[in-house]
């Protein structure tokens, strides 16, 4: 055995990588973008490299590095980090912020490095380690726009790729046209593909909608394509006069939904060949794949970007073949206790210095170049810049009611080929039929359904309708000279952006499917990119609907309801302090101070004690007057305030008294959108698709983004028709509100059971308008109508008569003839009455019972005694009267001295020593007998 042998078992013993001269397991590295598209590329590569081991006598060992494939210092790190563990070869991304980190380090290693991305032309001599799977369609771009004889093109791209291409594009047209460039290209960079509304309007409004418009999408995902193609049928410009050209490789995975009666033209290149059958056997295998396991699998399609991914790994897998059958000791010594060694080093170390190339990096390259391989993305071969060639992209193009199909071919080096209807074909403009179809939507007072006409003839045509928008719709075809024929919104809904696509009204009118939308349809910024609105032909808000409350009569204390409970408290309070301050300048002044003479002797008086003050005031207070009045000024400057503000506080109370007493009044649970977004007890939504939805979803005030989110956490708040939300909010007993325009709430109120309600004031401030598509014929003639009929006060003639003037809910009659006051309305006055008698008559005989029992302990007597004596007396009459039936009932009479010291011990002991304000006043003449005198002498007491 020589020492080749020997080396070759020792080898085999030691490491175990190696069966005849070749390895079993060879590394290759995978680095792949870390983003949700690329997980049908890795499970693709993942895929290939599973197949292929049932097909090799080898197998890959993968080391997969998932990165920002955009960001070259990741990249950088991680083609470093898979060199250095020992890898033949990398499968990696190619953008054109990191290409010189791929073309740096493939150079200088000898690194074979194969890509699915864009391939250049740039520094071709710093390519040679570089192999392209993807073919290059810019020569085919410019074949196209050639056969069109296109002399003017709008070209949008989105990323430096698109740019590169657009460099390409323009080398390549001036070539073809042997420096006569005669074509005008308008290059637009959109750096936000999936929102380029206003991009797309301005492109729109450039040129005449006479001329015919060429527009090339170059985007780098197909998402963003999508977008832009959805974006485009919502501005109305999927119509005649527009062409595009996508630039892409896989046109048939796009959803040209709305494209297909519109008259618009459509052509892109397929590089997938959907009738080759290797691409069919793959698919078959492809669909049946668990999801769970290979993520981005199990569908009946693939991208042509894993498509090429898979087919890197049958290059490389090819490639290795071509080397082991050519030397299958071709990698005897790289394999050293299972690790790649590069020489005398471990892998390939970016740190060393110097630069230690890959030795076998030549021969797989070279290898790689020579595959020739028929795979899911066709005939697979490589020139020596490493690019595709002998490729063949396939044409397809947009055909009115019938879709995307196949052409034409375009292939290196054949070029351009036609083979099916020519691609230039004019289609004749949809828009061009003169009866208008109006959409709607059936919302009362709008537009009702009409029943059967009275002679029983079935309705037909827009005789069927009857409501605003009818009249409305008939008044501007009379104006704009069309005839117009009135049909349903098929889903029943406004108009709300869902999945990428318009429902509704807003969806038939981008969709070509109607030419007018006459309804209550709400002007907003998002309906107004994809649609041309009128001037508003009516303006509302959003306002809230509620169930009306019961009224509430008013109370039997309703007539202290003019005046808050704190204000009656400060009255009150009021008059005392008044009263004080009057006892107190009362004490002081002197000209309060009186004298008071009685029967034999004087004193001084005050007329204000306290007693009297307090009832001063409230003798003003109730516009009554006092027994006495001031004397000081100070007194009187007291008086007159006090009057001043008793008139003022009276009269105020005068005038509110009234309302309260004869209205009935309705206690509603809310009064604000503050205060219903501030409480629990009541819920509120609106319909789940229209503009007072957004309106709550988008709003940055806090109040109205707090009720979007409480309605978004519970659907069930959420309603399919206004119809529904009406009757919702009468059957939840009070505990629903209804979000709505304000012009459906105000009509809604006027209908039968007449029992609900708006509250609070409008939201925000909208209109209704007329939607037409985007640069309609009709556009200028109907915004001119919707003027004309403003002017002339015709709108707010046809409001009137759908709102008000057939209105159910009739005033009721007693409300507005209601001047004289029910006993319920008064009732409190006549209570506080009867309690204020009862609470007189209850004083007073607390001080009946008082005096009675002071009586009886001054006369020490019994209370009963002393309370039979005083009832007597109270009965009979006044002192004077009773001392002067004492004084007559005597027999003969007494002399006059004993007269009158009998008449005032009578006074003091009815009347008491202790009561000084008694004034007695003695009887006028006293007649006295003299028995010594036959007549009657006359004496005058003084």
């Not at 680095?31 to 197998?59: G, M, W």
């Not at 060429?214 to 977008?227: K, P, V, W, Y």
């Not at 027999?891 to 020593?913: L, Q, T, W």
Request: hydrophobic share 40%; with cysteine.
């Amino acid at each position: 055995m020589d020492i080749t042998h020997a080396m070759f078992w020792i080898t085999l013993l030691i490491g175990g990588t190696v069966v005849y001269g070749f390895p079993t397991e060879i590394p290759i590295g995978a680095i792949f973008d870390d983003s949700l598209e690329s997980k049908e590329i890795l499970t693709a590569f993942k895929y290939a490299v599973e197949k292929h081991k049932d097909t090799a006598p080898y197998k890959f060992r993968p080391l997969i590095k998932l990165i920002k494939a955009s960001d070259s210092l990741q990249l950088s790190r991680a083609i470093c980090d898979i060199m250095a563990d020992g890898v033949f070869l990398v499968l990696g991304p190619n953008r054109i912020k990191s290409l010189n980190v791929v073309q740096s380090y493939s150079m200088n290693f000898k690194m074979p490095y194969i890509t699915s991305g864009m391939a250049t032309n740039i520094n071709p001599h710093r390519q040679r380690y570089i192999l392209h799977l993807r073919p290059q369609f810019t020569q085919a771009l410019v074949d196209l726009i050639a056969f069109y004889r296109w002399t003017s093109i709008h070209y949008l791209y989105d990323t430096k790729e698109g740019l590169m291409r657009i460099e390409e594009l323009l080398r390549l047209i001036h070539e073809h046209d042997g420096g006569d460039n005669h074509i005008d290209i308008d290059v637009r960079h959109v750096p936000e593909p999936f929102d380029a509304y206003s991009l797309l309007r301005q492109m729109d409004h450039m040129e005449s909608s006479e001329e015919e418009k060429h527009i090339i999408l170059d985007f780098a995902t197909e998402n963003a394509t999508q977008s832009i193609l959805r974006q485009i049928r919502q501005m109305g410009m999927n119509r005649a006069r527009y062409h595009y050209l996508i630039a892409g490789l896989n046109v048939k995975a796009f959803d040209f939904e709305g494209f297909l009666y519109s008259g618009v033209n459509v052509t892109g290149f397929q590089l997938l060949d959907l009738d080759d059958l290797n691409l069919k056997i793959f698919l078959s295998d492809w669909k049946n794949l668990d999801q769970k396991i290979w993520p981005g699998a199990g569908k009946e399609t693939i991208s042509y970007e894993a498509a090429l991914t898979y087919d890197a790994v049958h290059v490389i897998g090819g490639a290795l073949d071509d080397m082991r059958n050519e030397n299958r000791e071709v990698f005897r010594y790289t394999f050293r206790h299972k690790q790649v060694y590069n020489n005398d080093s471990r892998g390939i170390q970016c740190s060393s210095d110097p630069v230690v190339p890959w030795k076998h990096g030549d021969g797989i390259t070279n290898a790689m170049q020579r595959v020739r391989y028929n795979g899911l993305t066709g005939n697979v071969a490589f020139d020596s810049k490493g690019h595709r060639k002998e490729y063949q992209l396939d044409i397809w193009s947009m055909q009115q009611r019938v879709g995307m199909v196949k052409v034409g071919n375009w292939s290196k080096p054949d070029g351009l080929v036609v083979t099916g209807i020519e691609l230039f074909e004019n289609i004749t403009d949809v828009s061009e039929n003169k009866t208008k179809r109006v959409t709607s939507i059936l919302v009362e007072p709008f537009l009702y359904k009409k029943t059967d006409s009275e002679d029983g003839i079935p309705l037909v045509g827009n005789d069927r309708f009857e409501g605003y928008c009818k009249d409305l719709a008939q008044h501007i075809s009379e104006m704009g000279k069309f005839s117009y024929q009135i049909q349903i919104v098929k889903d029943h809904k406004y108009g709300l952006l869902e999945n990428g696509s318009w429902t509704g009204m807003i969806g038939e009118l981008t969709r070509h499917e109607a030419d007018l939308v006459i309804a209550p349809l709400t002007i907003t910024s998002k309906r107004e990119r994809v649609v041309d609105f009128s001037k508003p032909f009516m303006n509302l808000g959003i306002s809230i609907m509620i169930k009306k409350p019961d009224k509430q009569k008013p109370g039997v204390f309703s007539f202290l309801a003019p005046l808050a409970p704190r204000v009656w408290c400060c009255v009150f309070l009021a008059a005392v302090v008044v009263s004080l301050i009057l006892f107190f300048v009362s004490r002081v002044s002197p000209s309060e101070w009186v004298v008071e003479k009685a029967l034999f002797s004087q004193s001084l008086f005050n007329e204000f004690g306290f007693g009297n003050s307090l009832w001063y005031a409230l003798g003003a207070f109730m516009q009554q007057g006092g027994d006495n009045s001031p004397r000081s000024m100070s007194g009187r400057v007291v008086a007159s305030v006090w009057s001043l503000f008793c008139l003022i506080l009276i009269s105020s109370y005068t005038a509110n008294l009234a309302a309260f007493l004869t209205i009935e009044r309705m206690l509603t649970p809310i009064n604000s959108v503050e205060e219903l977004a501030g409480q629990n007890e009541i819920k509120y939504g609106t319909i789940d698709s229209g503009s007072t939805r957004s309106f709550f979803e988008s709003s940055k005030i806090s109040v109205y983004k707090g009720m979007g989110q409480r309605m978004m956490e519970d659907p069930s708040v959420f309603v399919k028709s206004k119809r529904e939300g009406v009757e919702r909010v009468r059957s939840s007993k009070g505990k629903f509100a209804f979000l709505t325009e304000s012009t459906m709430n105000e009509f809604t109120n006027q209908r039968k059971p007449c029992n609900t309600m708006k509250v609070g004031d409008n939201l925000d401030s909208k209109g209704y308008g007329v939607a037409t598509p985007l640069n309609s014929d009709i556009r200028a003639d109907v915004n001119l109508a919707v003027l004309k009929l403003r002017e002339e006060e015709t709108l707010t003639t046809l409001q009137k008569k759908w709102w008000y003037d057939k209105s159910e809910c009739v005033r009721d009659k007693t409300d507005s003839k209601q001047s004289s006051l029910s006993l319920s309305n008064l009732a409190g006055v006549f209570y506080i009455l009867i309690g204020g008698l009862g609470v007189a008559m209850a004083v007073s005989l607390l001080e009946f019972l008082y005096k009675s029992k002071k009586e009886a302990q001054k006369k020490k007597t019994t209370l009963s005694q002393a309370i039979r004596s005083k009832a007597g007396f109270r009965i009979r009459g006044g002192v004077d009267e009773h001392c002067q039936h004492m004084h007559h009932s005597h027999s003969p009479p007494p002399p006059m001295a004993m007269e009158r010291n009998n008449h005032r011990e009578c006074v003091d002991r009815y009347i008491g020593k202790y009561e000084a304000t008694y004034t007695y006043t003695a009887p006028a003449p006293l007649v006295t007998y003299d028995p010594n005198d036959t007549h009657i002498q006359s004496h005058t007491e003084v």
